[in-house]
């Protein structure tokens, strides 16, 4: 299994990106799915999360900013970033809890990172 995000980027503070995040192989079924950010010499932070068939979660920090969605038929999440300040700039992580294929069990997974830098 492997969680590919992409669309992280260098923006002005004000300004909008929007990451996506796929699961691929060995999946049989996605339950939590979201976005964790690790900004330098900072903890891991929740920035948006959902069960397969329940609303979002978020961060403190992002509500009303932030909008999470996920597209259950392609195990697909897509956050779209609003109103973004600097104190945003981290590396957002893709996480998803994953039942395989191969022996029905329940994995945890984590994306590579894709840096989101905003300017001031």
């Known amino acids: 299994v492997q969680l590919q995000a992409s669309g992280g980027g260098l923006v002005q503070a004000g300004g909008s990106l929007r990451l996506s995040c796929v699961a691929s192989?060995?999946?049989?079924?996605?339950?939590?799915m979201g976005w964790y950010r690790q900004a330098p010499g900072k903890e891991r932070e929740l920035v948006a999360v959902?069960?397969?068939?329940?609303?979002?979660d978020y961060g403190d920090s992002v509500k009303g900013r932030f909008t999470f969605s996920r597209d259950n038929a392609k195990n697909t999440v897509y956050l779209q970033m609003n109103s973004l300040k600097p104190d945003d700039t981290a590396v957002y992580y893709c996480?998803?809890?994953?039942?395989?294929?191969?022996?029905?069990?329940?994995?945890?997974?984590w994306g590579q990172g894709t840096q989101v830098t905003v300017s001031s």
């Open positions: 192989g060995t999946v049989l079924s996605v339950n939590a």
């Open positions: 959902s069960s397969s068939g329940g609303s979002a």
């Open positions: 996480n998803a809890k994953i039942r395989s294929m191969n022996d029905f069990r329940m994995y945890e997974y």
